[in-house]
């Protein structure tokens, strides 16, 4: 059982009893407060004075600046950007939208892939990304994250205070807001898990059906009568039950209060490998290897508790054009036989190809060139996760556009598969360096916990892809959405263009989102972009929508739908 410090488990339940008496009981009409024990819990440990919010229209200059995805495709024009940087801001804007019927969008980090922030319909949007605090509460006894805080500056945080960490993404600034609600993994997850699986607490602005606003707490604990939302926020995407204003972190089985203890502790060094092979030498039959390669050695390796969980790899496919096919691996180097460990693993990488791998000097999706890592090298956790999070120009390219895709792969690839991923990385009508497939690693922690314990149900998945295709031009924008969907709905044709859950394939990454999921046209299975995200999970999460958000206040194009009457 969690522990929590002498009172806690009682003032919770005063909390979440306090909702069962209907919407007058979680706020006030047409306002927003949270009282009692609750507010209690709000208040926690004190940030540095707000100085939001802030409201920009289109009659200041920033307008232009706030309005806009890191994908340039999405931009919108709403009446207002609303900028907060204090978590007890939030609810009197949700208020104000709920009473004028406004159709709210939230950000956090900005690096939502497509336009469920940025759309058309947006008239108000909720910024969130100057919300960033981190610390310790001790009410809860959890470490505190604000919903706009970015990961690296968590990690330093975490680990420079308490010496501590969660397993969450690479990119450094992606905003925590929708990366833990989406289920976010990185390059712990093998040892670590997901991040959710070290979610204690969420707390939430939720509208009821009448208008009403109030902020909500909700934790994993057993008895806690709003666990349903808790467990929502696991993995079931960002905008559907209400604006997450903090995330409360303390790992199952911590026990004590001091926040040294709360969660994993990452490497104190690893082993940081880099190598490439060249296009120009590697014949089909040796690119289907390589990739089967990959994939053979996360099915080999998907056990909770196999000794090369502190191994984390990732394979980055990049069209012709590019040069070279990539390789990024980590190992905590505390681990058993850790150099031992890697060298077996680069050995089963190469096995059967001819051309000798060597220095990774391209960049290549979000990844730099990293000449200097050919040979392994041992670097301290921080730097490690720092240079990786951060050597991608593209992330501050203000002309980036972009379309993504995603699978999750339970078992090998069959050949036609990877003999589709060769045809159309290997076409000649196009000549871009940046498109990008990348195999990415799961197994290891992630398999431990089961398909219905979070709101994310891929626990059977050995690794997971990412088609990411980007370019500058707006006329381009036909040619390369084409490719896209060409060259995934080919390697899915046996399953209707998409990667439906069966014995190889386990369906989409909803932190990856595609709208395309949802056409008729492009997915051709007859498998609901619902099911494809969440699997045997989608019923709950339309419960708990139907119980947080009745009104469907929080939505956008792939958002949780109501439960039919």
């Given at each position: 059982m969690d522990q929590n410090p002498p009172g806690i488990r009682r003032r919770l339940l005063l909390a979440s009893a306090a909702g069962a008496g209907g919407a007058a009981a979680l706020g006030l009409h047409g306002t927003a407060r949270a009282a009692g024990p609750e507010a209690e819990a709000l208040a926690g440990t004190a940030a540095a004075s707000p100085a939001g919010p802030v409201v920009v229209t289109p009659a200041n200059q920033q307008y232009p600046d706030l309005v806009r995805a890191l994908n340039a495709r999405y931009v919108a024009k709403p009446e207002s950007v609303r900028v907060v940087d204090a978590p007890d801001q939030v609810a009197p804007i949700v208020a104000e939208a709920a009473r004028a019927g406004k159709r709210l969008t939230i950000r956090s980090g900005g690096h939502c892939l497509e336009d469920f922030v940025y759309s058309p319909q947006t008239q108000l949007v909720l910024d969130l990304s100057k919300m960033n605090g981190v610390y310790y509460n001790s009410r809860l006894n959890a470490v505190a994250v604000e919903a706009g805080a970015r990961l690296l500056d968590v990690y330093e945080k975490l680990y420079a205070t308490w010496g501590v960490t969660i397993p969450g993404g690479i990119c450094y600034s992606v905003g925590i807001g929708g990366h833990v609600s989406g289920g976010g993994w990185g390059m712990l997850v093998r040892r670590d898990g997901l991040v959710v699986d070290h979610l204690y607490a969420v707390e939430v602005v939720i509208v009821a059906a009448d208008g009403t606003v109030a902020t909500v707490i909700a934790t994993r604990e057993a008895d806690d009568p709003h666990r349903e939302l808790w467990w929502a926020h696991t993995g079931g995407g960002g905008g559907n039950f209400g604006v997450v204003t903090r995330y409360y972190f303390r790992s199952p089985g911590a026990s004590g209060t001091d926040p040294r203890n709360l969660l994993p502790k990452p490497p104190g060094?690893?082993?940081?490998?880099?190598?490439?092979?060249?296009?120009?030498?590697?014949?089909?039959?040796?690119?289907?290897?390589?990739?089967?390669?990959?994939?053979?050695?996360?099915?080999?390796?998907?056990?909770?508790?196999?000794?090369?969980?502190?191994?984390?790899?990732?394979?980055?496919?990049?069209?012709?054009?590019?040069?070279?096919?990539?390789?990024?691996?980590?190992?905590?180097?505390?681990?058993?036989?850790?150099?031992?460990?890697?060298?077996?693993?680069?050995?089963?990488?190469?096995?059967?190809?001819?051309?000798?791998?060597?220095?990774?000097?391209?960049?290549?999706?979000?990844?730099?060139?990293?000449?200097?890592?050919?040979?392994?090298?041992?670097?301290?956790?921080?730097?490690?996760?720092?240079?990786?999070?951060?050597?991608?120009?593209?992330?501050?390219?203000?002309?980036?556009?972009?379309?993504?895709?995603?699978?999750?792969?339970?078992?090998?690839?069959?050949?036609?598969?990877?003999?589709?991923?060769?045809?159309?990385?290997?076409?000649?009508?196009?000549?871009?360096?940046?498109?990008?497939?990348?195999?990415?690693?799961?197994?290891?922690?992630?398999?431990?916990?089961?398909?219905?314990?979070?709101?994310?149900?891929?626990?059977?998945?050995?690794?997971?892809?990412?088609?990411?295709?980007?370019?500058?031009?707006?006329?381009?924008?036909?040619?390369?959405?084409?490719?896209?969907?060409?060259?995934?709905?080919?390697?899915?044709?046996?399953?209707?263009?998409?990667?439906?859950?069966?014995?190889?394939?386990?369906?989409?990454?909803?932190?990856?989102?595609?709208?395309?999921?949802?056409?008729?046209?492009?997915?051709?299975?007859?498998?609901?972009?619902?099911?494809?995200?969440?699997?045997?999970?989608?019923?709950?999460?339309?419960?708990?929508?139907?119980?947080?958000?009745?009104?469907?206040?929080?939505?956008?194009?792939?958002?949780?739908?109501?439960?039919?009457?």
């Open positions: 060094e690893v082993l940081f490998s880099a190598v490439s092979w060249s296009w120009s030498d590697l014949t089909k039959e040796e690119f289907v290897r390589l990739v089967r390669n990959y994939a053979s050695w996360h099915v080999a390796n998907i056990g909770a508790d196999s000794p090369t969980r502190f191994l984390t790899s990732f394979l980055l496919l990049n069209h012709r054009s590019n040069g070279q096919i990539g390789m990024v691996t980590q190992v905590d180097a505390a681990a058993p036989d850790a150099r031992g460990m890697l060298d077996a693993y680069l050995a089963h990488m190469s096995g059967g190809i001819g051309t000798e791998p060597g220095a990774l000097t391209e960049q290549m999706g979000d990844m730099g060139a990293m000449p200097q890592f050919a040979a392994p090298r041992r670097l301290p956790w921080l730097q490690a996760t720092r240079f990786a999070g951060t050597t991608n120009p593209l992330l501050n390219d203000p002309t980036l556009r972009a379309e993504y895709k995603s699978a999750y792969m339970r078992a090998d690839f069959p050949p036609r598969q990877a003999e589709a991923l060769y045809k159309h990385l290997t076409r000649t009508d196009i000549d871009n360096p940046k498109i990008n497939i990348q195999l990415t690693p799961y197994g290891g922690r992630t398999h431990k916990v089961r398909e219905t314990d979070t709101a994310l149900p891929h626990r059977g998945a050995a690794f997971k892809m990412l088609w990411s295709v980007l370019w500058n031009e707006p006329a381009e924008d036909a040619k390369y959405l084409a490719w896209t969907r060409e060259s995934y709905e080919e390697t899915y044709a046996d399953t209707g263009g998409v990667p439906v859950p069966n014995a190889v394939t386990d369906g989409c990454y909803i932190n990856y989102p595609d709208a395309d999921l949802g056409d008729p046209l492009r997915n051709r299975s007859g498998v609901s972009w619902a099911t494809l995200y969440y699997k045997g999970n989608y019923r709950r999460l339309q419960q708990v929508k139907a119980k947080y958000d009745p009104g469907n206040f929080f939505r956008h194009r792939q958002s949780v739908e109501l439960p039919a009457p």
